[in-house]
């Protein structure tokens, strides 16, 4: 039986974290690959990787001012160094058994579990580390090499309780028979019947996972932008820039509006500190949120004003509620059209009060709308209607 998937579409807003080893020298999680550096010496950050001051509580408590409800953590990335305690490690390259000497995944999953987090683990297939990855899909090694990649996902799917989401990456350019892709889902379904897989595992799984774009998969598919705040995924140490708020939430408005996830990354330093101007980013999302939250957790996929052909905003959609997105705030007098639909009532979300309007047909004219935007970020009116929101018949 397939999980049931309910919670993933009511989530709607996830915290990705990319945290291991590659923090200590802070270039970004791909440096031991583009940097070619010897991996004897980018295996002495792990001496160096020891965030003992480092409480999972204070990620969980970013996610919670944020308005996350679900959190996906790198257990391991493609350099092979596992936050967890795998005993298959072939050089036990995990953080037990080097300097942080703590199991950083069980501790991340209890403390968001506690809070009420869904709880996911991003595990990466390839290993640039491991000689079977190194030597490649044609070689003898290549079956050690997969029977090693199957007992992490098991050590993984044993040793921390009921996972919500098993998020693969690092696959590619391979094929879903090279990874015996098939056989590594069913074992997942056996011992996580209620976790949710994502594509990357090279079969299509439960979810599809647009990254660094918003893509619309196919009516009945659920889907998750992968997003970063900053310019990488792995923290960096001269990070100039960051997505505004605004940006941010523009993005999560229009993922909604298609009816997918966001999972909006964030790269922790090798203490375990979120940097703070991510931080601060994440709680203006969450004190929007606060507000207008209603117009995003479990939004349908909406049928009216649709990506790329609203001109103030975005759209969302709940049950018989449109709710309309005003990045560019229009003042008095302003109305849409093409509304397929009868306005029952209309209320400005961002402060609770009633508004007026007038239908003709199918416009909507709002003729006293404050001059000045009432949010700083995107102000949001919900129009209560007569059924589904949808367009005018043309
Ligand atoms: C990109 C990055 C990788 C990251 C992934 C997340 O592929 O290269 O490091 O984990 O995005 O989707």
């Known amino acids: 039986?397939?999980?049931?998937?309910?919670?993933?579409?009511?989530?709607?807003?996830?915290?990705?974290?990319?945290?291991?080893?590659?923090?200590?020298?802070?270039?970004?999680?791909?440096?031991?690959?583009?940097?070619?550096?010897?991996?004897?010496?980018?295996?002495?950050?792990?001496?160096?990787?020891?965030?003992?001051?480092?409480?999972?509580?204070?990620?969980?408590?970013?996610?919670?001012?944020?308005?996350?409800?679900?959190?996906?953590?790198?257990?391991?990335?493609?350099?092979?160094?596992?936050?967890?305690?795998?005993?298959?490690?072939?050089?036990?390259?995990?953080?037990?058994?080097?300097a942080a000497k703590r199991d950083l995944v069980g501790e991340y999953v209890e403390a968001a579990r506690a809070s009420g987090q869904r709880v996911g683990l991003y595990y990466s297939l390839c290993d640039w580390h491991h000689p079977g990855w190194q030597a490649g899909p044609e070689s003898d090694g290549w079956s050690e090499f997969i029977e090693y990649v199957h007992g992490q996902v098991r050590e993984l799917c044993t040793n921390y309780g009921p996972l919500d989401v098993l998020w693969f990456d690092g696959g590619g350019p391979g094929c879903a028979h090279c990874w015996q892709a098939e056989k590594l889902v069913a074992m997942i379904r056996e011992l996580q019947p209620d976790c949710l897989v994502n594509n990357r595992g090279l079969l299509p799984a439960d979810f599809d996972t647009p990254e660094q774009k918003i893509e619309a998969s196919e009516e009945g598919r659920l889907w998750e932008s992968c997003l970063i705040i900053a310019h990488r995924w792995g923290y960096f140490r001269?990070?100039?820039?960051?997505?505004?708020?605004?940006?941010l939430?523009?993005?999560?408005?229009?993922?909604?509006?298609?009816?997918?996830?966001?999972?909006?990354?964030?790269?922790?330093?090798?203490?375990?500190?979120?940097?703070?101007?991510?931080?601060?980013?994440?709680r203006e999302m969450g004190?929007?949120?606060?507000?207008?939250?209603?117009?995003?957790?479990?939004?349908?996929?909406?049928?009216?004003?649709?990506?790329?052909?609203?001109?103030?905003?975005?759209?969302?959609a709940k049950g018989n509620t449109l709710y309309l997105h005003l990045l560019l705030w229009p003042g008095p007098g302003w109305a849409i059209s093409d509304l397929g639909n009868t306005v029952q009532s209309a209320r400005l979300v961002t402060t609770g009060e009633e508004i007026e309007f007038v239908q003709k047909g199918d416009r909507v004219i709002f003729p006293s709308l404050a001059q000045a935007p009432p949010d700083p970020h995107i102000s949001v009116i919900a129009l209560e209607l007569d059924g589904k929101p949808q367009k005018a018949a043309e």
Not at 42 to 59: C, K
Not at 249 to 271: E, R, Y
Request: with cysteine; glycine share 8%; hydrophobic share 35%.
């Open 238 to 247: 001269n990070e100039q820039y960051y997505k505004p708020a605004t940006r």
């Open 1 to 98: 039986m397939p999980p049931d998937t309910s919670w993933f579409n009511e989530a709607k807003f996830g915290m990705f974290i990319h945290w291991g080893i590659y923090a200590v020298p802070g270039r970004g999680e791909w440096m031991l690959h583009d940097e070619k550096i010897p991996f004897d010496e980018y295996r002495s950050y792990a001496s160096q990787f020891a965030p003992d001051e480092w409480d999972p509580q204070d990620w969980v408590n970013v996610a919670q001012q944020a308005g996350m409800r679900y959190m996906v953590l790198t257990a391991r990335h493609h350099d092979g160094y596992c936050l967890y305690d795998s005993a298959l490690s072939p050089d036990d390259f995990t953080a037990p058994r080097t």
């Open 249 to 282: 939430l523009l993005d999560m408005v229009n993922i909604a509006n298609g009816g997918g996830n966001l999972v909006l990354n964030v790269g922790p330093t090798a203490d375990g500190t979120i940097p703070q101007p991510q931080q601060e980013i994440l």
């Open 287 to 316: 004190q929007w949120l606060a507000k207008h939250g209603e117009a995003v957790y479990d939004a349908d996929r909406c049928r009216y004003g649709t990506h790329g052909t609203w001109v103030n905003g975005l759209t969302t």
